[in-house]
């Protein structure tokens, strides 16, 4: 079945900072890769997402990119605040299936 | 527009008690899930509904049973709580036409 790691598990970084979280997946047939944000105490919440039609979306600060040839896809931001620190996660889904399968988790911490 | 609402916010249990876990969207979604969440570990399906009526299992489904009782609310029983148990539990609901996983805030579960 498939299998999503990530990495790191934690990241520091200072405010203004861009912060880079990778994820690796084992299935081929996955085409479709969420990123979710968790704030303590919350439940996750989708920040942005990508299809595997597609090599690259942004969203503001955000970006998402996908190498389907490596099964690498990851999660950029760019001028960090401290409300990006939060838990991130990575997910995949297999088309033909309803799972998606998460990677363990950031934690990612903005030094005003 | 609630989401997805999840009841209690904690428990504490003793092994060997049951107890039942609500969950409840107004999304209108066909499909709801259950995950549990532990420390290093992501967030693994319990079991997931794709329609009211149908169930499935998902990677750790052992100790658990679930009922959608109709499109709304999907809930998770534990019959003979156990303290391998003991994580947050986290609903979630599923836009069809977008993939877009909606989660509840959680159920913290402690059992002695």
């Known amino acids: 079945g498939e299998n999503v790691e990530q990495h790191p598990s934690t990241l520091s970084v200072q405010e203004g900072d861009s912060a880079v979280i990778k994820c690796t997946y084992s299935?081929?047939?996955?085409?479709?890769f969420p990123w979710y944000k968790q704030e303590l105490g919350k439940g996750p919440q989708l920040i942005i997402d990508?299809?595997?039609?597609?090599g690259e979306k942004k969203d503001q600060r955000i970006a998402v990119t996908l190498n389907k040839t490596a099964k690498h896809f990851s999660l950029h931001i760019t001028e960090t605040q401290p409300e990006d620190s939060a838990v991130y996660f990575c997910?995949?889904?297999?088309?033909?299936?309803?799972?998606?399968?998460f990677g363990t988790g950031t934690r990612l911490k903005v030094l005003a | 527009n609630a989401g997805v609402t999840q009841t209690p916010k904690f428990q504490v249990l003793k092994t060997g008690q049951s107890m039942t876990l609500q969950c409840a969207q107004d999304m209108n979604h066909n499909s709801m899930y259950w995950y549990r969440q532990d420390p290093g570990m992501g967030l693994r399906l319990i079991y997931y509904s794709a329609s009211e009526g149908t169930t499935d299992k998902g990677e750790v489904p052992n100790g658990y049973n679930v009922s959608r009782l109709n499109k709304r609310e999907f809930s998770l029983r534990l019959e003979s709580a156990a303290p391998s148990q003991t994580s947050v539990y986290f609903c979630?609901?599923?836009?069809?036409?977008?993939?877009?996983?909606?989660f509840g805030p959680g159920t913290r579960l402690t059992v002695l």
């Open positions: 299935d081929s047939a996955s085409n479709y």
């Open positions: 997910a995949a889904r297999d088309s033909g299936t309803y799972k998606y399968i």
């Open positions: 979630a609901s599923k836009d069809s036409s977008t993939d877009t996983q909606y």
């Open positions: 990508i299809r595997s039609n597609v």
